[in-house]
């Protein structure tokens, strides 16, 4: 997958991907990310990059031409899809990332002050993201956000896909929890069922925690599950379902 990012501090999304596995499937080329200096494209002889709104107010845009010049030029090479980062854009979640790994070529623009020129939106984005309802300063997080979470689709990123495959949000529960070694830790045993051997036993053990969890905690994951399996009406499924909810504490 070919990304290109524009933004005033690609410093900054460069250091989410300096190590582990993103600098792996970077370095296996897996993933190519070209950064652009959008400062670089600036005409202007203090190559300023933005300027006051009109109609008055406090804050500065970035300017429409300057970032024209950097996307016509990358445009050029092809009809990649682009992403401008702002709070107005749709809430980025699990089904999108698993979308936008599977699109060759993505630009993703990362603005700053009160962002960029509404032009440009019109003219070129095709896709506007939000990682969440709240205001950053820059695109910059979203973006890295972003490209984290898609790199786990690409494949040869991620070890086995088991993974992917067992991970919470594609059945809309929440993860049950995982313990390790030591099985004793200051006299908190991990759960009996996990060092039974029993995996019949130990799976149905993990679905009654993850069910409860989300019962808990997101019930709008809860019915969206207890819907999907509705609809699957695998008889196994089914069963394995109303045993667990039988089994589950439902106090409120
Ligand atoms: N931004 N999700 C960039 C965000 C944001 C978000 C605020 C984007 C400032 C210029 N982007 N502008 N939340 O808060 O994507």
Request: aromatic share 8%; proline share 3%.
């Amino acid at each position: 997958m070919k990304i290109d990012v524009l933004s005033l501090f690609p410093e900054m999304i460069k250091a989410s991907m300096s190590e582990s596995i993103l600098k792996r499937a970077i370095d296996q080329n897996i993933l190519n990310i070209t950064f652009h200096q959008i400062r670089d494209y600036s005409e202007d002889k203090h190559k300023k990059v933005d300027d006051t709104t009109y109609g008055g107010g406090s804050g500065l845009v970035m300017r429409a031409d300057v970032l024209d010049k950097a996307l016509s030029t990358i445009v050029n090479y092809g009809e990649p899809h682009i992403i401008y980062f702002s709070p107005r854009g749709n809430k980025l979640a699990q089904k999108r990332v698993e979308e936008l790994a599977k699109i060759d070529h993505i630009v993703m623009i990362c603005g700053h002050y009160e962002g960029i020129d509404q032009r440009i939106i019109d003219r070129y984005v095709d896709e506007e993201l939000s990682i969440g309802d709240y205001v950053l300063t820059g695109g910059e997080l979203p973006c890295a956000v972003t490209i984290d979470a898609i790199s786990r689709y690409l494949d040869g990123v991620l070890g086995t896909s088991a993974s992917l495959e067992e991970e919470s949000f594609t059945d809309n529960l929440l993860e049950y929890p995982h313990y390790t070694k030591p099985s004793d830790y200051k006299g908190d045993k991990v759960p009996d069922v996990l060092l039974s051997g029993n995996h019949q036993n130990i799976e149905k053990w993990r679905y009654k925690e993850s069910l409860s969890l989300t019962y808990q905690r997101r019930k709008d994951l809860f019915y969206k599950h207890v819907l999907d399996v509705l609809q699957r009406g695998d008889k196994k499924e089914l069963k394995g379902l109303s045993e667990a909810v039988i089994e589950m504490e439902l106090e409120e």
